[in-house]
């Protein structure tokens, strides 16, 4: 995607040849800053401190992380430790180990250079194939935003986002956003109602600028105004991404999205969630009870960040000094609360048949 004319993906590989550049998401959307990353350690760091974050990103950066790691030593002892130091660096989003995963397969049975030139052509590939699904479930999420604008005969479809599914968390397009902009560079008229996502903001900070920087029309709300928007008929619908869906279509997604889905049941709103094959954990059936969910420091519950009136980027409590906080990281929707996956191979029911209906080659367990 753009930003002031150039375009821009998430990652890329720097003109030195060989070290890795990143947009620093925790100074967005005040400052537009690019961090060089050196050492797997930085990538790690990067990960876990949320310079990257949306889960197709974080796997991305994995994938990286292991070429900058192989390149001081390309021992296959190097590759086991950074392959379990890059997988702990955040529970919930599955792409990481997927990433991770597609690098060892082809990394283990080469050595020394080899190995370390199939690392960096692997990583390029896996943030290709990331661009391409987005664009292909971009769409594939056209299609219901083209129905639904038509059935408005043409009256601006209202689209409610929680936290930012957008291209800054993934190589390039999005997820949820992907359908939203190619909706908008048709012609169509959307309106982007956008959840702040507490307590990191991504919505009000990440979201907003994706949409506000391609000229998508979108108003910033808090977490809990959707339920009142629902109900007074001023959503169209909901897409959300996801860190992790089961095989039977239970999705986990940044804290809050559980909320928005039972709101939209509630009040006949169709709730859809895109998402990458990347995503889909077949190993689970039960996102509830078997999901991971990622638990992060009670600081960013009680602080916020955010700049002053002379330009300052500042950190203020906000809370009770001393109150103590929880911050989990994402929740579960149940697949019955789902009206639609959206996937690079077309939309499908939120249940094991909707999904192997896409991905029949999982339907005796094989691999994608
Ligand atoms: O904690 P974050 O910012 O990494 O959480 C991101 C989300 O929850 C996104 O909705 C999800 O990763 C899907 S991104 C295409």
Sequence with gaps: MKIDGIHYRTIWVADDGWSVEIIDQTRLPHEFAIVRLETADDAARAIKDMLVRGAPLIGATAAYGLCLALRKDASDETLARTYDMLLATRPTAVNLKYSLDAMREVLLPLAGAARLETAYATAARLCDEDVEICRL????????????????????????????????????????????????????????????????NQGA?????????????????????????????LVDMCIVGTDRTTATGDVANKIGTYLKALAADANGVPFYVALPHTTI?????????????????????????????????????????????????????????????????????????????????RRNGGAA
């Design 281 to 361: 954990d077949w190993t689970l059936s039960d996102g509830v009870r078997e999901i991971e969910i990622e638990q992060r420091s009670a600081r960013e519950v009680t602080h916020m960040t955010g700049r002053t009136e002379k330009g300052e980027i500042v950190t203020v409590e906000i809370a009770a000094p001393g109150s103590p906080a929880a911050n989990y990281g994402f929740d579960v929707t149940p697949a019955r609360y789902v009206t639609g996956l959206i996937t690079e191979r077309g939309v499908c029911a939120a249940s094991r048949e909707g999904l192997l209906s896409l991905y029949p080659e």
């Design 205 to 233: 900070s990440l979201t907003a600028f994706e949409l506000g920087r391609h000229g998508v029309p979108h108003t910033i709300v808090p977490d809990n105004a959707g339920g009142h928007l629902m109900q007074h008929g």
């Design 137 to 200: 479930i971009g769409e594939n999420g056209l299609r219901i935003i083209r129905g639904l604008a038509e059935a408005k005969q043409g009256a601006t479809v209202n689209i409610l986002t929680h936290c930012n599914a957008g291209w800054l968390a993934c190589v390039d397009w999005g997820t949820a956003l992907a359908p939203i902009y190619m909706a908008h560079d048709e012609g169509i008229a959307v309106q982007v109602w956008v959840d702040e996502t507490r307590p990191r």
